[in-house]
């Protein structure tokens, strides 16, 4: 325990020493987790907005003319079991045709021309995942298309298929850009403490001479790397609640058409952008200091 | 409490030191001399294992050097006091803070580490001193608080490299007289110089090291 409060001490007498670098160090990493943050809530928003899009997306299975009521049952029964499938609706050839007329509006008389309902009687599915994969899409109709009974199976294959490449890409690059920032807040720590470890080594080697373990010598650079990046989340944190008021209170008095699209940053973000600068620059720390050989 | 038994040290193929063996016996004060090159600095290296030797058995204050691993170095670094000619203080911290920082590797605690550099300070007459930085201290009040800082922790050897090479001959004097007073309270001293005036006449076992080998050994 007073090793810890020595190394307490030291680290804090360090970073006061050093403050120009070490506040380098901090914005440097601020800005980093800023990008990263930034970019994870423009892509969660945009997430969102897909998924609103596609709740409209839903699988048109058409039936064959002639089939009776004890067949249509028979065919939701399946349908039902299904566990890919989340909703079913039944829509009658006369239900159709309501809806076609609702749709045409003032040309529904069109319609009346017509000696009989040319339209097929369906069932309207709604799968479990919001944006599924196309290829999963496209086995599932197939699937259902072998289903005896069943004339055609519709969906809208390109507005998925465009759906799943855009919420697809946008996750590839958080985790590409994760995965660099990560990388990069270590490399920063890593630097900055190596060097104020190397400019200490004459301290470093009295230390060693004088019987100190490594964690003694080591500690007080892992409380500065871990001080470090911990500061630098929360001034991180800091901006990016000033940028989310400004968007969620400010701006949306001026557009409020854009209440819906964006999203409120959660609590715990937050609090997680501090815990991962301090983490990310603890491990760089770590690597700074290295393995220490008497 | 030192022995060392058919030591041989070399660096890139080239033999620093061959078929070593002493022994130094608990409370014993004793030098090791020698012209330069002849390899006293790797010898005391040797015996705080900052090397390891190529062959042979080194055993300090009841350790077996040779056999210790990385993490428990320290704790044998922590018997022993190791004095430099390049006094190693660290610049940045005052002379109690550089002798105090013996003591809190060990854990010790802020009130006892007070009491303890004061009475170091007072054996070595640099009390005033404590609140000066090394810089601003001659050569000789420095290598005297490098003396405390290798006594404050109480070892049971104390190992100097050089210790006068550094210093006129008033400082010579005034350093050497406390390392027979420390040597008086029990502790082992062993001195690497190549200054004869240091051990001429004190009556004390000099070992003589000489083309890698120990020459002889005789009395000062």
Known sequence: MRTFIYSLQTAFKNLWQEKWINLLTLL????SLLLLSAYLIVTLNIDSILKKWSRGFGIVVYLNEDLSDAEIETLRGILQDDPDILKIRYVSKEEALKELEETLGQDAPI???LNENPLPASFELRLKEDIPDPSFVEKKASEIRQIPGVEDVEYGEKWLSSLNTISQGMKVIAIFLGSAIFVAIIFITYSTIKILFYRRIDEVETLKLLGATRTFIRLPYLIEGLFIGLSGGIVSSLILFGIEYFFTVKLIEFIPSIRGIIMDIPLR??????ATGAVMSF???????????? | MIQLSNVTKSY????VLRDISFTIEKGELAFIT???????????RLIYRAERPDKGHIFVAGWDVEKLKQRTIPFLRRNLGIVFQDFRLLPNKTVFDNIALALRIHGMHPQEIREHVMEVLDDVGLRDKAHNYPPHLSGGEQQRIVLARAIV???SVLLADEPTGNLDPENT????????????RGTTVLIATHHRDLFLGTGRRVIHLKDTRIEKEDTG
């Not at chain 1, 973000?269 to 501090?274: D, F, N, R, V």
């Not at chain 2, 350093?175 to 008086?184: D, P, R, S, T």
């Open chain 2, 34 to 44: 020698g012209p330069s090159g002849a390899g006293k600095t790797t010898l005391l």
């Open chain 1, 28 to 31: 440097s990493i601020s800005v």
């Open chain 2, 173 to 184: 004097r005034t350093v050497m007289k406390l390392f027979k007073e420390i040597n008086a």
């Open chain 1, 269 to 274: 973000a937050y609090t997680l952008i501090p």
């Open chain 1, 283 to 294: 491990i760089g720390s770590i690597f700074a200091t290295g393995r220490i050989r008497y």
């Open chain 1, 111 to 113: 319609l009346a021309q």
């Open chain 2, 12 to 15: 890139d193929d080239q033999v």
């Open chain 2, 153 to 155: 922790s109480k070892p």
